[in-house]
């Protein structure tokens, strides 16, 4: 059957699955979220992208006791369980993704125009909030993405917030719009607008690792990689994925270490090897500070209430769209 103008939808038990030319999505409902973003043959996904709300601390940070006092936020960083997952085939909604023996009533040749997928977390915080993370796919392939962060009273500072999504090995590189440099908050001033490009995934090399990277106000990133984890796939030319902003700007941060293994090196030389590639994408970013390192903080306009809702959108372009018609 030709899918070139619709998804293929694949009802499984516990799984949703999505395809089309050169594209195949896997969402679970085990895992909590989309476990398999595979296009034209190659695998972006190590682990399910998840909402995150930590950034290493820095010098500053601890200097301030901002570290002691956002503590809850690694710990949702780290464990963040799915509550609930609805489902919008086109019209049709489900309250959950249809499972055995709910998915007798499908064959093998469902296809949509577009699908909706909601995820619901909840946090391990003190009072616990909500985080809910929308798919959009249409049929050319794109995903749009849109976590939404509930505001909670009692709730202390966000260290930022966005969506971490770990690729399965190092990008070669990657290529922005935005401002030039390492850029936060308030530390934007130098950074000019263009289009720049990144060589491997450098990581500031600080006497003791923490917080680095972060590039605001951009408009798109595409992360281009040149390896795999398929011993069975011989191609060793350069592929890209490219992540635009929805609504507005996002921040991001392209490196080889997530926040927690930044946060657990107290020196260089105890950072692990450098396997994968740890894409963050933020809608809300906190400043660094830097008046100095014995206890001033971060100036009121640079941080993160989490008390309010805070929101980040992008989309994921496949570059498919010259080899499918969409509705």
């Known amino acids: 059957m030709d899918y070139q103008n619709k998804l293929h939808v694949i009802y499984g038990d516990g799984t949703l ?58 710990a949702a960083d780290y464990a963040l369980p799915c509550q609930a997952i609805s489902l919008k085939v086109d019209e049709r909604k489900f309250k959950q993704v249809p499972v055995a023996p709910a998915t007798n009533e499908f064959t093998n040749h469902e296809e949509a125009e577009k699908v909706k997928i909601t995820f619901t977390y ?23 993405v849109t976590a939404k962060y509930h505001g909670q009273a009692g709730l ?35 950074g000019r ?37 398929n011993n069975a796939d011989h191609d060793d030319q350069p592929f890209s994925l490219t ?23 107290t020196h260089q030389e105890e950072l692990p090897p450098a396997r994968r590639t740890v894409l963050v994408i933020a809608g809300a970013v906190r400043g660094v500070g830097g008046i100095d390192s014995w206890g001033a903080d971060v100036e009121p306009a640079y941080h993160i209430d989490g008390t309010v809702d805070h929101k980040v959108s992008f989309v994921i372009d496949p570059g498919l769209q010259g080899n499918v018609q969409t509705h």
């Open 122 to 144: 909840q946090t391990l915080t003190v009072p616990a909030t909500t985080v809910k993370v929308i798919y959009k796919v249409k049929a050319d392939g794109t995903l749009k």
């Open 243 to 265: 992540f635009k902003a929805a609504n507005g700007d996002f921040a991001f941060s392209a490196l080889p270490y997530t926040s927690e293994e930044l946060e657990n090196a």
């Open 17 to 74: 699955g999505l395809q089309g030319s050169d594209f195949a999505y896997l969402f679970s409902c085990e895992r909590g979220g989309l476990e398999s973003l595979k296009i034209k043959g190659k695998e972006w996904l190590y682990r399910e992208p998840k909402p995150t709300f930590w950034r290493a601390t820095t010098d500053n940070d601890r200097g301030n006791g901002f570290n002691v006092k956002a503590a809850q936020w690694l």
């Open 193 to 229: 607008p263009g289009t720049y490009e990144i060589q491997g995934l450098p990581v500031t090399k600080y006497l003791v690792p923490q917080e680095n990277g972060m590039h605001m106000a951009t408009k798109w990133v595409k992360i281009t990689r040149q390896t795999t984890l």
């Open 156 to 190: 202390p500072e966000l260290p930022v917030f966005g969506m971490r999504l770990i690729m399965p090995t190092m990008a070669a590189g990657y290529e922005y719009e935005g401002l030039s440099g390492e850029t936060y908050p308030d530390r934007m001033a130098g």
